[in-house]
C-alpha cells in the first residue's frame, strides 16, 4: 500500500494520481470532502479500493489526498488539503485525537453513550465511532477503509481503551468485504486447492466484534448505557446504526421539558428514547407506534429498566405495532397532548425529495388532528434530500392550514457529538410547534379545515389569523 510514503514524492513513485476539474478544485479547495466520478479528468492508472489517491491542480500542485474508490460515485473522499504531508499512524492518531477534543466537556457521566466520530465532518470519510459505555463501534459505509482496518483498529484500542469494538458495515461493503480485504493484500503464494481466498488477508463481517479485553463477556448480549442518566441498552451487533439513534439526545431532552402532565404519543419510537425522557419529565401516559415488534419489546425492556425513577414508574406505558402514517391517518379516537413524529428517512435518493416533502407535509397534518388543545407537535426529518428550509416549511403550512394559531416553539438541527461541515451532511431537523388556539386542531379539521386567508408573523415567530 506504501501508506506512510512521503506524498510528495515524485510521479515515478506509482502513486495514484488523479486531475480533476476546475469546478471541482474549487469545491475541493473549499473543503468539501467528495470528488465525484464525473469530475476526474486524468488518472495516471487504474486504482484500487482504499488506495491513497494524490490530486494535482492545474499547475500540477498537490491539492488533496484521499481515499480512492473504483466502484462508488464519490471517487475520492479526502482525508487532506494544503500541504503534503504523511498519511499513516500518526495522522491518524491525531485525527483521532481531534475528534475526541472536539467532544470534551460535552458529556458527563450520565451520558455514556454518544459519537466519537461523525464521518467527514470528522475527518474520517465514511466511518462513524459511536460510544456504549465500554463498547466502541466502528461502522464503515465505504470498503475503502477495509485495507487499513486492522491498522485503524489498533489506534483506536490504544487510543481509547474499550473492552470490546464491534464492527459494522453498511449493505454497500458487505457485498465487497472479501474483494476489497483481499485485492490490496494478495496471497503470495497462487491459491491451492483447499486453500480459501482469506490466506495473506483478513476478511471482516458485519456484526463481527473484533476486539474483546475480557473473553469471558457475553457476546450478543445488548450493550446498556447512559444517556442523561437514563438507561437504554443497545443492539451493537444487529441493531440499525450502530445499534441506537444517539443523534436524537438533544431533542429528547427538549421533549422531556415539554411532557409534564401530558398524554404522548412516539411514532416512529424504536427503543423509546423519547418516551423514557417524556416520562422522566412527567408525563401521563406515553404511547410508543413503531412498525417492528422488536423495537416495541426493546422499548418495554428500557421502561422496565428506569422504574427507579419515580415518573417513569408513575407514567403509563403502551405499546402499539402498527404502520405509524396508516395508524395516524385513521386514527380518530385517541388524543394527545403531545406527539412525536421522528420517521425514518423518506427521501434516500434526490429524485424522492419532492415526495418526502409531501409526505412529510401530510405526516405532520395528520399528527395534527390528533392533538389535544394546547397540544404540542414535534416534527423530526432525517432525509439529507430534504432541506431544512423545505421541511419546515411544509410543516408550518400545515399548521396554518390546519386553521389553528401556533407557536412555534424551537427548531432544531445537529447535535454537537455530530458535526456536519457540509450540506449533504446534514440531515437531521426537527420542529416543534405548540397549537395556541381555543379550538383544537380536531375541530377545525372537522368542520372543514378553514385555511386562513392570510397569516402575520409577529414576534414571537407566532402565526395567527387575521
Ligand atoms: N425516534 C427513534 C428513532 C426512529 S428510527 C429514537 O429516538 O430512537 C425510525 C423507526 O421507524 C424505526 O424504529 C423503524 O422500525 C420505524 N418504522 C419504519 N417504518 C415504519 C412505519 N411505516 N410505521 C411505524 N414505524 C416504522
New binding site residues.
Given amino acids: 500500500m506504501g501508506e506512510g510514503e512521503l506524498l510528495s514524492a515524485g510521479p515515478r513513485s506509482g502513486r495514484l494520481r488523479l486531475r480533476i476539474t476546475a469546478a471541482a478544485e474549487t469545491i475541493v479547495r473549499g473543503g468539501h470532502p467528495w470528488v465525484f466520478t464525473g469530475s476526474v479528468q486524468k488518472q495516471n492508472r487504474e486504482g484500487t479500493a482504499g488506495e491513497l489517491a494524490v490530486i494535482f491542480d492545474r499547475n500540477d500542485k498537490f491539492l488533496a489526498v484521499g481515499l480512492f474508490d473504483p466502484h462508488s460515485p464519490i471517487r475520492v473522499r479526502v482525508l487532506h488539503t494544503g500541504k503534503p504531508l504523511n498519511i499513516g499512524t500518526e495522522f491518524w492518531r491525531a485525527r483521532l485525537d481531534m475528534a475526541v477534543r472536539k467532544r470534551d466537556g460535552l458529556f458527563d457521566e450520565r451520558t455514556t453513550g454518544y459519537r466519537l466520530i461523525n464521518g467527514e465532518s470528522d475527518g474520517w470519510p465514511g466511518l462513524v465511532l459511536d460510544r456504549y459505555d465500554t463498547t466502541l463501534v466502528l461502522k464503515l459505509y465505504t470498503p475503502a477503509w477495509l485495507p487499513r482496518l486492522g491498522k485503524i483498529l489498533g489506534i483506536i484500542r490504544a487510543g481509547m481503551k474499550p473492552e470490546r469494538i464491534v464492527l459494522r458495515m453498511s449493505r454497500n461493503i458487505q457485498q465487497d468485504t472479501r474483494e476489497a480485504a483481499v485485492l490490496p493484500h494478495p496471497s503470495p503464494h497462487p491459491l491451492g486447492e483447499g486453500e480459501s481466498l482469506a490466506v495473506g488477508a483478513r476478511i471482516w463481517r458485519d456484526g463481527e466484534v473484533v476486539f474483546q479485553k475480557r473473553a469471558d463477556l457475553e457476546i450478543g448480549a445488548p450493550v446498556v448505557f447512559l444517556e442523561n442518566g437514563l438507561k437504554f441498552e443497545a443492539d451493537v451487533l444487529r441493531g440499525?446504526k450502530t445499534g441506537?439513534?444517539l443523534d436524537?439526545r438533544e431533542n429528547?431532552r427538549l421533549v422531556e421539558s415539554l411532557a409534564r402532565g401530558r398524554a404522548v404519543l412516539?411514532?416512529?419510537?424504536?427503543?423509546?428514547?423519547?418516551s423514557l425522557y417524556a416520562a422522566r419529565g412527567g408525563a401521563k401516559s406515553v404511547t410508543d407506534?413503531?412498525?417492528?415488534a422488536h423495537?416495541l419489546e426493546s422499548a418495554k425492556r428500557n421502561f422496565t429498566r428506569n422504574e427507579g425513577d419515580v415518573n417513569v414508574r408513575h407514567c403509563r406505558h403502551e405499546t402499539i405495532q402498527?404502520?405509524?402514517?396508516?395508524?395516524i391517518a385513521g386514527n380518530s379516537g385517541r388524543q394527545f397532548d403531545l406527539i412525536?413524529l421522528?420517521?425514518?428517512s423518506l427521501a434516500k435518493r434526490e429524485a424522492e425529495r419532492a415526495r418526502a416533502i409531501r409526505a412529510y407535509g401530510k405526516l405532520a397534518a395528520d399528527g395534527m388532528k390528533c392533538l389535544k388543545r394546547h397540544g404540542i407537535l414535534v416534527a423530526?426529518s432525517?432525509s439529507a434530500h430534504v432541506l431544512a428550509e423545505e421541511f419546515f416549511g411544509v410543516v408550518r403550512q400545515m399548521a396554518a392550514k390546519a386553521g389553528c394559531n401556533f407557536v412555534e416553539l424551537q427548531t432544531t438541527r445537529h447535535a454537537p457529538d455530530h458535526p456536519a461541515t457540509f450540506k449533504e451532511a446534514e440531515y437531521l431537523k426537527g420542529i416543534y410547534l405548540r397549537f395556541a388556539d381555543n379550538q383544537q386542531p380536531a375541530d377545525r379539521w372537522q368542520s372543514g379545515g378553514l385555511a386562513p386567508a392570510r397569516l402575520a408573523i409577529d414576534s414571537g415567530r407566532e402565526f395567527r389569523r387575521l
Fill in positions: 440499525q441506537f439513534f436524537q429528547r412516539n411514532a416512529f419510537s424504536f427503543s423509546g428514547g423519547f407506534l413503531d412498525l417492528s423495537a402498527a404502520d405509524a402514517f396508516k395508524w412525536i421522528d420517521p425514518p423530526c432525517c
